[in-house]
């Protein structure tokens, strides 16, 4: 792999995070555009509770609530519970961006769900720590281990104080799957906490991926330096460097083609699925962001090709974390969670190859759902999504809530 390489998969990145710049300055004629995510709930006629959740290692994770739907019907007795999860540089808005009747929260919400929207460390909602401050290098020294660790078990635990209920249901997306596989295979207290694990683009190992993520596995260490050199800790370009790369590169003629093109680069885009009128609303909270160590450790797990936790570049620095020279692997096979998954033909982060060898690990896999044209961002703002997939999960939990 050649530096031209991967200076064009940084510029790719550039032209993600210009069209979003664009998108936000010149398209600005929504109104959720400006709001965060209980202000959008809010907007749309819904009920909506923010708390924050500490974990034991001292971040402050917001996460968001929708106890009722628009026309609360009476329910004799508690509300079964459901999680939500987004996915790799995303946000909880994922699952509020669209419509209400195409965002799978609301929907959730008026089918008589208690539902919860989680986040991790490192995104807008992530962004403190007891004792670290949010420009320091150690504030940013995790990766998706750390969410599966910490952020997750903190999340589902507060939910199930504060519900009292003894379970959930939980739906996870892209990153919101690998966290959930990994603490959910290793902590048994965790994982009887959860009725059923809805995966949605899962992934566990990335050997396939066809993003140009990829790319970066071959340049894991240029890329931690060159962070470092600039003063970037949180895998996301300055804003002057995004505005200047938008002013100079997008063009007002041609500006929602293009933007539809480039934003999707990571993941892969289905323009049929896409409606591009919500464009401004997904721009002005997706890349939500993460840490530098979180995109190395997934170029890792692609030359890899395992599920594997962050490798620290050498036996003794492993040894020092781990006890052993190498990184530990996740052994997916031992989760007992219920899990039912939904995976896509042209999905570029969760490639049906790597979902293929995963199925047969599964001990107590429910079913899977295999859906032809789909993309990796489908599952949170395709056309189709609420019809091939939301509407789907909620007969099955309705089935198993009992």
Same mark, same amino acid.
């Given at each position: 792999?050649?530096?031209? &390489?991967?200076?064009?998969?940084? &510029?790719?990145?550039?032209?993600?995070?210009?069209?979003?710049?664009?998108? $936000?300055?010149?398209?600005?004629?929504?109104?959720? !555009?400006?709001? #965060?995510?209980?202000? $959008?709930?809010?907007?749309?006629?819904?009920?909506?509770?923010?708390?924050?959740?500490?974990?034991?290692?001292?971040?402050?994770?917001?996460? /968001?609530?929708?106890?009722?739907?628009?026309?609360?019907?009476?329910?004799?007795?508690?509300?079964?519970?459901?999680?939500?999860?987004?996915?790799?540089?995303?946000?909880?808005?994922?699952?509020? !961006?669209?419509?209400? #009747?195409?965002?799978?929260?609301?929907?959730?919400?008026?089918?008589?769900?208690?539902?919860?929207?989680?986040?991790?460390?490192?995104?807008?909602?992530?962004?403190?720590?007891?004792?670290?401050?949010?420009?320091?290098?150690?504030?940013?020294?995790?990766?998706?281990?750390?969410?599966?660790?910490?952020?997750?078990?903190?999340?589902?635990?507060?939910?199930? &104080?504060?519900?009292?209920?003894?379970s959930l249901f939980y739906a996870g997306h892209s990153q919101g799957t690998i966290i959930a596989f990994a603490e959910f295979s290793r902590n048994k207290e965790l994982a009887k906490m959860v009725k059923t694990f809805f995966a949605l683009g899962p992934v566990t190992t990335v050997g396939h991926m066809k993003s140009p993520l990829k790319y970066l596995a071959y340049f894991t260490r240029e890329v931690e330096d060159l962070f470092k050199l600039f003063g970037f800790r949180d895998f996301l370009p300055s804003d002057f460097y995004v505005r200047w790369f938008a002013d100079h590169v997008c063009s007002e003629q041609d500006l929602r083609t293009f933007c539809a093109d480039f934003i999707f680069v990571l993941c892969g885009?289905?323009? /049929?699925?896409?409606?591009? !009128?919500?464009?401004?609303?997904?721009?002005?909270?997706?890349?939500?962001?993460?840490?530098?160590? #979180?995109?190395?450790?997934?170029?890792?797990?692609?030359?890899?090709?395992?599920?594997?936790?962050?490798?620290?570049?050498?036996?003794?620095?492993?040894?020092?974390?781990?006890? /052993?020279? !190498?990184?530990?692997?996740?052994?997916?096979?031992?989760?007992?969670?219920?899990?039912?998954?939904?995976?896509?033909? #042209?999905?570029?982060?969760?490639?049906?190859?790597?979902?293929?060898?995963?199925?047969?690990?599964?001990?107590?896999?429910?079913?899977?759902?295999?859906?032809?044209?789909?993309?990796?961002?489908?599952?949170?703002?395709?056309?189709?999504?609420?019809?091939?997939?939301?509407?789907? $999960?909620?007969?099955?939990?309705?089935?198993?809530?009992?």
């Amino acid at each position: 792999m050649s530096v031209a &390489s991967f200076l064009i998969f940084c &510029s790719s990145f550039g032209l993600v995070t210009a069209a979003s710049a664009v998108a $936000i300055d010149r398209l600005r004629d929504l109104p959720e !555009t400006h709001m #965060n995510v209980s202000q $959008i709930i809010r907007y749309h006629g819904y009920p909506a509770e923010e708390y924050h959740v500490v974990t034991d290692d001292g971040y402050v994770i917001a996460i /968001q609530r929708i106890p009722a739907g628009r026309k609360e019907v009476y329910r004799d007795g508690p509300k079964p519970v459901i999680f939500l999860q987004h996915g790799l540089l995303a946000s909880s808005s994922n699952w509020v !961006t669209n419509l209400p #009747n195409e965002s799978f929260a609301f929907i959730l919400a008026d089918a008589g769900f208690d539902v919860w929207l989680g986040n991790v460390r490192g995104n807008t909602y992530g962004l403190h720590h007891l004792k670290y401050p949010v420009d320091s290098d150690q504030f940013w020294e995790f990766s998706w281990d750390e969410m599966a660790r910490y952020d997750l078990p903190a999340m589902l635990k507060f939910v199930l &104080s504060k519900t009292s209920q003894p379970s959930l249901f939980y739906a996870g997306h892209s990153q919101g799957t690998i966290i959930a596989f990994a603490e959910f295979s290793r902590n048994k207290e965790l994982a009887k906490m959860v009725k059923t694990f809805f995966a949605l683009g899962p992934v566990t190992t990335v050997g396939h991926m066809k993003s140009p993520l990829k790319y970066l596995a071959y340049f894991t260490r240029e890329v931690e330096d060159l962070f470092k050199l600039f003063g970037f800790r949180d895998f996301l370009p300055s804003d002057f460097y995004v505005r200047w790369f938008a002013d100079h590169v997008c063009s007002e003629q041609d500006l929602r083609t293009f933007c539809a093109d480039f934003i999707f680069v990571l993941c892969g885009y289905d323009k /049929q699925q896409l409606n591009k !009128t919500r464009l401004p609303v997904y721009f002005s909270h997706t890349p939500a962001g993460t840490s530098v160590r #979180n995109m190395v450790h997934l170029a890792q797990m692609y030359l890899s090709k395992k599920f594997q936790m962050y490798n620290y570049g050498n036996a003794e620095k492993n040894r020092e974390h781990y006890g /052993q020279d !190498t990184p530990p692997l996740y052994n997916v096979s031992a989760m007992t969670v219920p899990v039912a998954l939904y995976w896509a033909q #042209n999905d570029l982060l969760a490639d049906p190859q790597d979902v293929r060898a995963l199925l047969p690990l599964l001990p107590n896999k429910l079913y899977d759902k295999y859906i032809e044209d789909w993309d990796h961002l489908d599952f949170i703002w395709g056309l189709d999504a609420a019809k091939l997939v939301y509407y789907d $999960i909620i007969q099955h939990m309705k089935m198993l809530h009992v």
